[in-house]
C-alpha cells in the first residue's frame, strides 16, 4: 500500500557519521545544534539547539552552549521533531508470523486486572521497524469481547518490560456492545485474511441481538458490583476479601482513569457516551468510524477520538471513497481533541503515512503532526511529559531531513528517553544481505 523508503541512512557529515558509529553512554548529555527545532507546541525555531540530559530536555532555542562532557552533534540542515506516539497498538503483543503465538487477545468478557505491559515481547522485530521510522512511544492494547486489560504506554527502545514502561495503566480497554450483524474487518489481520474482497460472513439478527443484550447486561452488573465492592472495602475493609477485577475497576469509577471505549458506528458512541454520563466516568473514544455523525455530541461532551488508521476502506458501501481520510479534518474544524492511531503491530511503522494521508482532505500539516505526538500525549493524560520538544520533558526526539510523515525523508537520528538508539532492522539487515546478489 505504501511506496519504499529509502533504508539507507545518508549522513551528511563525518560528525553525524561518527555520533552513528560511537554511541556514547546512556546517561550521556547531547547538543543538538543547527537544526530547525518543530516543538509541536509552540514556533518553529530555525537553526536552533536541542540540550539533553539525563533523559530529559534541559534546554530549547538558539546559540545554546554543551556544558564540559556533552556530546555536540551538528546537524544543520536536519529537521528535529518529537518522536511519534501510536495512541492504539498491539506491537509486541501480536504474532508476527504464524509460528509465534499472540498475546493480544485475552479470554473471557472481564478482564479489568489484566495488564498488557506483561505480555509485551520487548525483543519483536515490529519494534525496531517502528522506531526507525520515527515512532518512538506506543500504547499497548489488549484485546477482547467486552472489558479486555489495562492499557500501557511503553518506549520502543527494546529494553526489558519494566525498563520499556512509561505508565504501567493508562486506561482500560472496554470495546462497547452492539449488535453487528456485519462484522467490521479488523484493522490487524491474518495472512489469510488479507483480501480486502473476501465475503464476510453475515450474523442473523436474532442472534446478533441476543449476544448485545448479554454483553450490555454484564457490563452493568459488573460496574453495579464494583461500586458494592468500593463501599464494603471503605466501610469493612479487613473484612471484605479483595477482588482484583473489581480493585482493577477502582480507579476508572474514582474518575482517575479512563475507559478506552471502541465504538465504530454512530449508535455505539451514542450508547457509550450515555454509559459515560451514567456512571458517570471519564471515557476515550475508539476507531469511531463514525464519530463524523455526532460532532456536537462529541463536543458537547468534551469526548476525545482516537481515530482509526486513514488508509482503511469503507464500511458501508455508500459511504464515499474517502470517508476515513476526511474524518481527522471534520473533527479539527468541529473543535474535538482527537488522534489517529493504527491498532496494529505490523502497521505501526506507517503511523506517519496515516496522519500525512488526511492532510489533501483538510487536516492541516501541523495539526497532522500533533495527531501522532502532543495530541495523543493530552488524550492520555501524560502531556507533561510527551509529545513536544519543551524543556523538563522527556527526551524522546527524531532527526530527519525532511517532513516525518513524508516516505522520501529519512530518520536519521532516534533518541528515546535520551539515549541514541540503532536503526538497525530486520528489514536493513536483509537489505544489505542481499544488495550484492546477482
Given at each position: 500500500m505504501f511506496p519504499l523508503r529509502r533504508i539507507v541512512i545518508g549522513v551528511c557529515t563525518l560528525g553525524f557519521a561518527l555520533a552513528l558509529a560511537q554511541t556514547p553512554p546512556a546517561d550521556a548529555g547531547y547538543l543538538l545544534r543547527g537544526g530547525t527545532v518543530h516543538t509541536i507546541s509552540g514556533p518553529v525555531i530555525e537553526n536552533g539547539s536541542v540540550?539533553?540530559?539525563?533523559?530529559?530536555?534541559?534546554?530549547v532555542g538558539k546559540d545554546l552552549?554543551?556544558?564540559?562532557?556533552f556530546k555536540v552533534l551538528d546537524i544543520h540542515g536536519q529537521h528535529i521533531y518529537p518522536g511519534m506516539i501510536d495512541g492504539a497498538s498491539m506491537i509486541g503483543l501480536e504474532k508476527t508470523s504464524s509460528e509465534e503465538a499472540s498475546d493480544a487477545r485475552e479470554a473471557g468478557l472481564l478482564n479489568p486486572q489484566l495488564r498488557a505491559i506483561t505480555a509485551v515481547n520487548s525483543s519483536s522485530e515490529q519494534i525496531p521497524a517502528a522506531r526507525s521510522n520515527g515512532v518512538t512511544t506506543a500504547i499497548e492494547m489488549p484485546e477482547g469481547d467486552l472489558i479486555s486489560g489495562q492499557m500501557s504506554i511503553v518506549h520502543l527502545d527494546g529494553s526489558p518490560n519494566d525498563a520499556m514502561t512509561v505508565v504501567p495503566t493508562t486506561a482500560i480497554h472496554l470495546r462497547f456492545p452492539a449488535i453487528v450483524t456485519v462484522p467490521v474487518p479488523p484493522h490487524e489481520t491474518d495472512e489469510e485474511d488479507e483480501d480486502p474482497?473476501?465475503?464476510?460472513?453475515?450474523?442473523?439478527?436474532?442472534?446478533?441481538?441476543?449476544d448485545y443484550d448479554e454483553k450490555l447486561r454484564t457490563l452493568n452488573q459488573f460496574f453495579e458490583e464494583a461500586r458494592h465492592y468500593r463501599q464494603a472495602r471503605i466501610g469493612k475493609p479487613t473484612a471484605t476479601p479483595v477482588n482484583l477485577k473489581y480493585d482493577a475497576l477502582l480507579p476508572v469509577l474514582?474518575?482517575?482513569?479512563?475507559?478506552?471505549?471502541t465504538a465504530v458506528r454512530e449508535r455505539e458512541i451514542r450508547e457509550a457516551i450515555q454509559f459515560a454520563r451514567k456512571e458517570k466516568i471519564k471515557i476515550i473514544l475508539a476507531d469511531a468510524y463514525e464519530a463524523y455523525k455526532v460532532l456536537p455530541l462529541l463536543k458537547s461532551t468534551n469526548t476525545p477520538v482516537v481515530l482509526g488508521p486513514t488508509h482503511t476502506l469503507p464500511l458501508d458501501p455508500d459511504d464515499p471513497y474517502d470517508r476515513s481520510y476526511t474524518t481527522p479534518g471534520d473533527l479539527y474544524k468541529a473543535g474535538v481533541k482527537f488522534c489517529i492511531a493504527t491498532f496494529s503491530s505490523r502497521s505501526?511503522?506507517?503511523?506517519?503515512?496515516e496522519a500525512a494521508a488526511a492532510v489533501p482532505y483538510g487536516l492541516p500539516m501541523d495539526e497532522a503532526y500533533k495527531a501522532v505526538s502532543l495530541n495523543v500525549a493530552q488524550i492520555f493524560g501524560v502531556a507533561n511529559r510527551l509529545g513536544s520538544i519543551?524543556?523538563?520533558k522527556t527526551a524522546d526526539l527524531i532527526v530527519v531531513d525532511g517532513n516525518p510523515m513524508d516516505v522520501r525523508t529519512n530518520v536519521n537520528l532516534v533518541f528515546i528517553d535520551g539515549k541514541l538508539i540503532s536503526l538497525d532492522t530486520r528489514q536493513k539487515e536483509l537489505y544489505e544481505k542481499y544488495l550484492g546478489r546477482q
Open positions: 540540550l539533553m540530559h539525563n533523559g530529559k530536555i534541559i534546554g552552549s554543551a556544558p564540559e562532557g474482497s473476501k465475503e464476510i460472513e453475515p450474523i442473523p439478527y436474532a442472534d446478533a441481538k441476543r474514582d474518575g482517575k482513569t479512563p475507559m478506552f471505549v505501526s511503522r506507517n503511523l506517519p503515512y519543551e524543556e523538563g
